[in-house]
């Protein structure tokens, strides 16, 4: 045998190719229309990405002490990450800059909380003589109305009406325990999450770099490039989320102030911490303020704070919003709807709470791996539900 004719050692280990078309037909998977088998591929591979999905929502859901705090503590990172980044700029020490951050929230919470309790402590007893009162007028209006109904009546249908709201309160008091069962897994939970904000604040970086290890080599500039646009769309999302319950929680409070409407205060601290579930929070807290001013105050009063709370909505969403953030930061309300429903209806209210930051975070990472824009840098082009960056201003040449 010749030298050329003879196999070398090294051409044994090298890949050859291979017949990709192995696919065995017999007569049934003829007779089988193509549409029905497309159909049938379709769905077994929905099935088990349906599987995956369920078995991952369930692990999260075993392990929700553990994954709570780590997502409060992801989001308040990325609402603390512009003044944050704006200290370690003008050459703060990190450790200063991690102090201030942590030391100004604290202090911020305490005293908007001291600021609820000692209103609610002022105009309580107050609030609950003139709600008695407005029941009591209310249920003389539907005996001496028009519709004329009797007692039995009306305590059917207050029976009717507290047996759906039971039904609702356990749903949502489902979703608060999701955070813990007592007290002490709600402590628990609490330090967990300012000890993994202390955390990501202080050497965040670092944090990545290891996780980012345990990806294949191959696969981690996709990765670090997907992890990086979506933490850019969570501080993006923080960000305008912090604008918006500031605006809303500030328009609403005045207005019930002006309006004479008690406990603005509270309503004010309500309407800012609902505003971090988009859309559907503001809505329910502002119909709180309404209910709250119908109750105490009369139709009209109701009807000027509905008017307030439309407006100052208004304002934020269609003036203020697009000057101060830019016009890209925006997300489709359908979207939203959608994903807070699903979130709350699997986790409750921190389901709810986390569903739009976890679902814009997802999306903008797996559009950013499909489009190949990880290997150029570039910003992803394709339909996001939240825009990764806010609209680039022009600036002046100095």
């Known amino acids: 045998m010749s030298e050329e004719q003879r196999p070398r050692l090294r051409d044994l280990f090298r890949p050859r190719a291979t017949s990709t078309d192995r696919t065995v037909t017999t007569e049934a998977d003829e007779a089988v229309p193509r549409g029905?088998?497309?159909t049938a591929a379709y769905a077994w591979r929905l099935l088990l990405i349906a599987a995956v999905v369920s078995g991952f929502i369930w692990i999260v859901i075993q392990l929700k002490l553990l994954v709570i705090p780590l997502m409060v503590g992801i989001l308040i990172t990325a609402l603390l990450w512009p003044a944050f980044q704006w200290m370690l700029r003008h050459r703060f020490p990190r450790w200063l800059a991690v102090a201030i951050s942590i030391v100004g929230t604290i202090a911020i919470v305490s005293v908007l909380m001291w600021l609820v309790i000692w209103q609610i402590r002022q105009q309580l007893s107050d609030v609950q003589k003139r709600s008695a009162d407005a029941i009591e007028q209310f249920r003389q209006f539907l005996i001496d109305g028009p519709l004329h109904l009797s007692e039995k009546q009306i305590q059917g249908y207050i029976d009717q009406g507290l047996q759906i709201i039971n039904e609702q309160a356990q749903l949502l008091f489902n979703g608060a325990l999701a955070v813990g069962t007592t007290a002490a897994h709600v402590v628990t939970g609490a330090v967990l999450a300012l000890f993994i904000l202390i955390c990501l604040l202080a050497d965040g970086g670092r944090i990545w770099r290891w996780t980012l290890r345990l990806f294949p080599r191959a696969a981690r500039p996709a990765a670090d490039a997907a992890a990086t646009n979506g933490f850019a769309t969570l501080v993006n999302?923080?960000?305008?989320?912090?604008?918006?319950?500031?605006?809303?929680?500030?328009g609403i409070g005045v207005g019930a102030a002006l309006l004479g409407v008690p406990l603005a205060i509270p309503v004010a601290v309500l309407v800012f911490l609902g505003s971090f579930v988009p859309i559907v929070g503001a809505v329910v807290t502002g119909a709180i303020a309404v209910v709250l001013a119908l109750v105490y105050n009369g139709p009209w009063i109701a009807l000027a704070m509905l008017g307030v709370v439309l407006a100052?909505?208004?304002?934020?969403?269609?003036?203020?919003?697009?000057?101060?953030?830019?016009?890209?930061?925006k997300v489709h309300p359908l979207a939203v709807v959608l994903v807070v429903a699903g979130g709350s209806m699997v986790g409750g209210i921190p389901g709810a709470l986390f569903a739009v930051p976890l679902a814009a975070f997802v999306n903008v990472a797996a559009v950013t791996i499909s489009t190949g824009s990880w290997r150029t840098g570039d910003q992803p082009t394709a339909d996001l539900i939240w825009s990764t960056v806010p609209r680039q201003r022009t600036r002046r040449n100095r």
């Open 237 to 250: 999302y923080a960000r305008t989320q912090l604008f918006v319950a500031a605006i809303d929680a500030v």
């Open 36 to 38: 029905l088998r497309i």
């Open 312 to 329: 100052v909505q208004q304002i934020e969403g269609h003036i203020l919003q697009p000057i101060m953030m830019g016009s890209a930061v």
